[in-house]
């Protein structure tokens, strides 16, 4: 069946330096990829999203990339601060209900 | 500001219960969902209502059942709970047209023991 892979699961960084987490999705008729954030205790809440008319899409220092003919995109995090600190997941969806998470990328955010 | 509550944060039922785990949205949604969080695994989608009383089933539906008899409430029921149900469930709502964002509750964390 569909599927989304996300790299890293785990990723580390200094205070100050970019963070980049990579998606690769299998279904080739999706067209929505939403990146959702999880704090601690909390439930995800979507940071960004892009669609696939667009190439790239930027919000402050978040920025997402898309790739269709390779089926993958990117998110990535410029002059990250400790409340980056969370769990990212990418997703795909085909437009109708149905939207694939991936397992998620644990970001630490060292000061 | 736009709300998705569960009614419990944790919860620990005995093997075999009937467990009922409830979902209100306050933002008329027509679209709501039920996943399940565990680790490595990413969100997978037990099941989803697009209306009232109308429900789809996700990719992991065996073993529960949903109701969706108000505009604003979802509920997942575990008919006869097992350990391997032990998990994160997280609601969600969206509104009704496609690629839209969907708004998470905080998750219940439930033990079956």
């Known amino acids: 069946g569909e599927n989304v892979e996300q790299h890293p699961s785990t990723l580390s960084v200094q205070e100050g330096d970019s963070a980049v987490i990579k998606c690769t999705y299998s279904d080739s008729a999706s067209n929505y990829f939403p990146w959702y954030k999880q704090e601690l205790g909390k439930g995800p809440q979507l940071i960004i999203d892009?669609?696939?008319?667009?190439g790239e899409k930027k919000d402050q220092r978040i920025a997402v990339t898309l790739n269709k003919t390779a089926k993958h995109f990117s998110l990535h995090i410029t002059e990250t601060q400790p409340e980056d600190s969370a769990v990212y997941f990418c997703?795909?969806?085909?437009?109708?209900?149905?939207?694939?998470f991936g397992a998620g990328t644990r970001l630490f955010v060292k000061a | 500001d736009v709300k998705v509550t569960q009614s419990s944060r944790y919860l620990v039922k005995r093997t075999g219960e009937k467990v009922f785990l409830e979902c209100v949205q306050d933002m008329d949604h027509e679209n709501m969902f039920w996943y399940r969080q565990d680790p490595g695994l990413g969100l997978r989608l037990i099941y989803f209502s697009y209306d009232v009383k109308m429900k789809e089933k996700g990719d992991i539906p065996e073993g529960y059942s949903v109701s969706r008899e108000k505009k604003e409430r979802f509920s997942l029921i575990l008919e006869s709970a097992s350990t391997n149900q032990t998990s994160m469930y997280l609601c969600?709502?969206?509104?009704?047209?496609?690629?839209?964002?969907?708004?998470f509750g905080q998750g219940t964390r439930l033990t079956v023991v």
């Open positions: 892009i669609r696939s008319n667009v």
């Open positions: 997703a795909a969806g085909t437009g109708g209900f149905k939207t694939i």
């Open positions: 969600a709502s969206s509104k009704g047209q496609s690629r839209a964002e969907a708004f």
